[in-house]
């Protein structure tokens, strides 16, 4: 397989366009949920609700992931993206001018994010129509190095935006930014139809979609199921498959071990002003390894770096069992999150392994499993640390991340004619 480049990715206007609207997401739901929880705490002074509500928009991935994922095959995406945009303005708006109290905000949030994995499954999908072969990957490393970027900038201009205008004004800014990306998608994407849809549509997918028309694929049986049967019966077709099983458990598990360890840096440091160096790190690192991954090592290489990255994703974190200080603790968590790099290995086989039909659920089955793991990684980690000191609690998820990583050997290390592909 011959690599592709960054400049051949930025080349292709459709991959500047989803790239534009990625950026303007993060950055704005780093704001938002920042806003949120400062908004939370200043009505009610409980440290506790506010982390409830930082976290709020990730708690319904789960429900979204179970039971909504059919949409993302069922209604092109192009739509789905504009209104996953309108949705956050509308939130952002109410949030800000409704008057809500505590519990109307909390529930709104919880009530529209059920919504987001289809909204990022329809992103996550178009981007494997839009870039082929090795350029995907590099697309998914661009990403994954933007992600970061707009999560560091996003924290940094939601503190300022704070200090000038509060929370009301922050999360104003928010909505103006999804607007922003409304537009962004609306007139810089052109229209694709469904994956899951019947007749011409389904036509229009060439031989793949005839063959899974003639399988009984989840364009035409969608068509009389509701997306809630037709979600749960696409989710248990891919965890059946041995394949997409396995590559979807390497690219939860080895995360929520580094969301565990992460979830500590705070009572590590005993400050949020020192945790944040070490979390900006950590971002730091994993946008450096993306990068160096994707752009010197061949498509072959990356697949095999995929078992000695997972492994490095844990190993550093070790280091805190010795205590260290703030920079060699900032030192320890960029190297480990660099580790992230390993999922570029993934990516080429994952979309190979999900059948066309199905590649949108399948996307947001990956990201609703990712989120959720984080959870429940930095949950299952916080409740070591009420054991055991918040420097050995990190260090035994890190060791963790060591043992989930070689148990997925067999998976992260890619077939030997596979690789040589």
């Not at 999908?125 to 839009?130: G, I, K, S, T, Y």
């Not at 390993?342 to 499993?369: I, K, W």
């Not at 050995?392 to 043992?403: C, D, E």
Request: hydrophobic share 55%; glycine share 16%.
């Amino acid at each position: 397989m011959r690599g592709a480049t960054y400049g051949e990715v930025f080349a292709v206007k459709e991959f500047r366009v989803l790239f534009a609207g990625f950026v303007l997401l993060i950055g704005g739901d780093v704001i938002k949920m920042l806003a949120l929880s400062v908004l939370v705490y200043a009505r009610t002074g409980s440290a506790g609700l506010s982390a409830a509500a930082y976290m709020a928009g990730w708690l319904p991935y789960l429900a979204g992931g179970l039971f909504l994922l059919a949409l993302a095959d069922r209604v092109p995406a192009r739509a789905l993206m504009v209104a996953g945009e309108l949705v956050v303005a509308v939130t952002c708006l109410l949030l800000a001018y409704a008057g809500l109290p505590v519990w109307g905000m909390l529930a709104l949030v919880l009530a529209t994010g059920v919504l987001s994995p289809v909204f990022l499954a329809a992103r996550s999908a178009v981007l494997p129509e839009v870039l082929d072969g090795d350029a995907y990957v590099l697309g998914r490393s661009v990403l994954s190095v933007a992600s970061a970027g707009a999560q560091i900038v996003g924290l940094a201009a939601g503190g300022g935006f704070l200090a000038v205008a509060g929370p009301s004004g922050a999360l104003a800014v928010t909505a103006v930014l999804s607007l922003v990306g409304t537009v962004v998608l609306r007139f810089g994407l052109p229209y694709r139809a469904a994956r899951g849809v019947t007749g011409r549509g389904r036509a229009e997918h060439g031989a793949a979609g005839r063959e899974a028309a003639g399988r009984g694929g989840a364009g035409r049986g969608g068509a009389g199921r509701g997306a809630v049967r037709e979600t749960l019966r696409v989710n248990r077709r891919l965890l059946a498959d041995r394949g997409v099983r396995g590559l979807l458990l390497a690219g939860w598990l080895p995360c929520a071990c580094l969301a565990g360890a992460e979830a500590m840096v705070v009572p590590y440091l005993g400050g949020q002003g020192q945790a944040g160096v070490v979390l900006a790190a950590a971002a730091g690192g994993m946008a450096a390894g993306q990068f160096a991954v994707g752009r010197f090592v061949a498509p072959p290489g990356r697949e095999r770096l995929s078992l000695p990255l997972a492994v490095l994703l844990g190993v550093p974190w070790l280091g805190y069992a010795a205590t260290p200080g703030l920079g060699w603790a900032a030192v320890l968590a960029a190297i480990g999150a660099a580790g992230l790099a390993y999922q570029l290995g993934l990516q080429r086989r994952f979309v190979d392994a999900v059948p066309e039909e199905v590649r949108g659920q399948a996307f947001g089955l990956q990201s609703a499993g990712l989120m959720t793991g984080q959870a429940v990684g930095a949950a299952l980690v916080g409740a070591l640390g009420e054991m055991v000191a918040p420097g050995q609690a990190i260090a035994l998820a890190g060791a963790a991340g060591i043992v989930v990583a070689l148990a997925l050997a067999r998976v992260l290390r890619p077939d030997r004619r596979e690789a040589r592909t």
